[in-house]
């Protein structure tokens, strides 16, 4: 820290006359007091400090970034008065002579030089003034410091930067010294591996069920299934190949990012003949599951050489089921594949776990494809949430009935369920008598466990038999059966499973997957789609009808002029190629059509056109 001494200046000096003979002494005349205000000035790089005379103020001295000051040992913050036995102290701070920075990913390092020599300061001389505010400049004569290549990479090295160097780019920057940033040490990136890719050597869905002869349908064409002969090669898995690491400036390792791999496994009806490598065991058509596992299998048929009727019975088969003719009045149809009917569906029910393919009518029939669409989809999600939440409420009725018993107080198992259940489990009975809900519209009998499982559930709503009834055996076994009934809907959930129908009257339809209408169209019909619902042909017609999809709605024409109106509900957007009157719901827009529109696309915001008029 430079010190600048305080050099006082020198006051007048007054004569003083010589003695008479007599002896007296002669003093001078009386004259009125001085006052002067005292000043402050900068000479050969020191301050010079007059003190003020009579009432004069002293100099006062204001300090001035970059400049530091202190005045008898404290920091000189703000203006001043100093006198001439003040001691003044002074500093220029140093700036950075050079700055080495790492990005943030530590895939470069830069350097930036600024100066290669630092010279010192010295105070700039000025007049003398009551209040001086000082500055420096650097004294060209004196270097205080020389900055060096040898410095610089002794400091790369401390830093631990290591990879790549580039010492000319260094050297060049110094030579330089114009601040500006120049790259030095470069790290690699690692570089991604392959996925595992799975090759499949069958397509999974039907081709050309709908094929047309001379502008018509063509019924007697049978529909061309998948289907493969034993040995015959299903699939092959490509394997992966691993990535190769990076390293950043520092040298350290970055690990490439981790590849895909699959799980595919083969079932009874197919054979892993090599790693990777899978053939068909038997002849049916090939099919692959979706999921973390995916398996590999060969659907057994069976196939109807006519209609189905009371002559055949109800179909029940565990694999596909193909119906060479119509399936007539109340009939049923119930497959783990897919159902394929060459003919038309009429006053009858279709579940599949697969697909359902009509190319013929359908009209006043039920279609479910998939896991049943939106019925087992609430299914699914309420056994899921309830089994959670069972699973807490238990836990809490057994830690607040042990309470109770310490506190010497009694109470029923089912009482203390029924308060948690009104006070922190609010959820849960809504939840409970919406699943009885949907358990009576799936309508699937799974025998004495499910009539079983129901009666717990209806216990649950009924406050008095709660009382009376619920002990923690029971809320188990509910626990147990809400699990078993995630898991069923679970293991029904299929990949790709959707409807293809020519037309359907007065019928509801509810895919697990797309819903495609490829002719005339639905007339007084319920579609609900978890995906979209398309219809394909130009003149095909919604007439009467409410259509649900999760994603998309493309209509050709929609209601008809004094007709029924219809409703058309979709999560992402809704197409109309023309519409008469109805209802259009796009996720939470909702539009009344009282004149015609055409070829208009309703989405998500609502467009600020209006809609063109037919």
């Not at 930067?161 to 120049?182: K, M, S, W, Y």
């Not at 359907?504 to 319920?526: A, F, P, W, Y």
């Not at 619902?533 to 004094?562: K, N, Q, Y």
């Amino acid at each position: 820290m430079p010190e600048s001494l305080i050099v006082p200046e020198k006051p007048d000096l007054f004569d003083v006359p010589a003695s008479t003979g007599s002896g007296s002494v002669t003093h001078p005349p009386s004259s009125p007091p001085v006052h002067a205000d005292g000043t402050i000035r900068v000479r050969a790089g020191k301050f010079q400090v007059t003190d003020p005379a009579g009432e004069g103020e002293p100099a006062v001295l204001l300090p001035a970034a970059p400049l530091r000051f202190w005045l008898n040992g404290a920091e000189l913050l703000s203006a001043s008065a100093v006198r001439s036995v003040d001691r003044i102290e002074w500093e220029y701070p140093d700036e950075p002579m050079y700055d080495i920075e790492v990005s943030p990913d530590r895939m470069q390092a830069v350097i930036r030089v600024f100066a290669e020599i630092r010279h010192a300061w010295t105070l700039a001389d000025t007049a003398a003034a009551r209040t001086l505010s000082p500055s420096a400049r650097p004294d060209t004569d004196t270097v205080v410091r020389r900055l060096g290549i040898a410095e610089l990479m002794a400091e790369v090295g401390a830093l631990g930067i290591r990879q790549h160097l580039d010492v000319p780019a260094i050297v060049q920057a110094l030579q330089q010294a114009n601040g500006q940033p120049a790259a030095f040490a470069f790290g690699r990136q690692p570089l991604p591996g392959r996925d595992a890719e799975l090759e499949l050597r069958f397509e999974e869905c039907i081709e050309n069920a709908f094929e047309e002869a001379g502008g018509s349908l063509d019924y007697r064409s049978h529909l061309r299934i998948p289907s493969v002969q034993p040995g015959d090669l299903l699939a092959r898995v490509i394997p992966s190949e691993p990535g190769m690491p990076g390293y950043d400036v520092y040298g350290e390792s970055i690990a490439a990012p981790p590849v895909r791999e699959l799980d595919v496994r083969a079932r009874q009806h197919v054979e892993e003949r090599e790693p990777g490598v899978f053939v068909a065991a038997k002849s049916g058509r090939p099919c692959i599951t979706e999921g973390a596992v995916r398996y590999l299998d060969v659907s057994d048929a069976y196939v109807v050489q006519g209609d189905v009727n009371l002559k055949t019975g109800h179909i029940v088969f565990s694999g596909d089921v193909t119906i060479q003719g119509n399936v007539t009045d109340n009939m049923i149809v119930e497959s783990l594949g897919n159902v394929y009917v060459s003919g038309g569906v009429y006053h009858s029910t279709i579940t599949a776990a697969g697909s359902i393919v009509v190319q013929g009518s359908t009209i006043g029939s039920c279609l479910y494809s998939g896991s049943f669409g939106l019925t087992f989809n609430r299914l699914y999600h309420l056994s899921m949430q309830l089994k959670d939440e069972t699973a807490m409420l238990l836990q809490a009725a057994r830690t607040l009935y042990a309470e109770v018993g310490r506190r010497g107080q009694s109470a029923r198992f089912g009482q203390v369920v029924l308060l948690l259940m009104k006070t922190k489990f609010k959820e849960i009975q809504p939840r409970v008598r919406e699943l009885l809900q949907v358990l009576v519209a799936v309508q699937r009998s799974t025998g004495g466990a499910s009539n079983e499982f129901a009666d717990d559930l209806n216990l649950m709503l009924s406050p008095a038999q709660m009382i009376e009834s619920l002990d923690e055996p029971l809320l188990v076994r509910l626990q147990g059966s809400l699990e078993r009934e995630h898991s069923f809907v679970n293991d029904m959930q299929q990949g790709d499973s959707r409807i293809e129908l020519s037309r359907c009257q007065t019928s509801t339809i509810k895919s697990n997957g797309d819903l495609v209408i490829h002719r005339e169209g639905v007339m007084q019909s319920d579609l609900y789609s978890t995906g979209s619902i398309t219809f394909v042909h130009p003149v095909s017609v919604c007439r009467g009808s409410c259509l649900e999809a999760e994603e998309r709605i493309d209509a050709r024409i929609v209601g008809s002029a004094g007709g029924a109106p219809c409703i058309l509900r979709a999560r992402q957007s809704i197409h109309v190629h023309r519409m008469f009157e109805g209802k259009i719901s796009v996720g939470t827009q909702h539009r009344n059509i009282l004149t015609p529109v055409q070829d208009y696309t309703f989405g998500i915001p609502e467009p600020d056109a209006n809609a063109v008029p037919g």
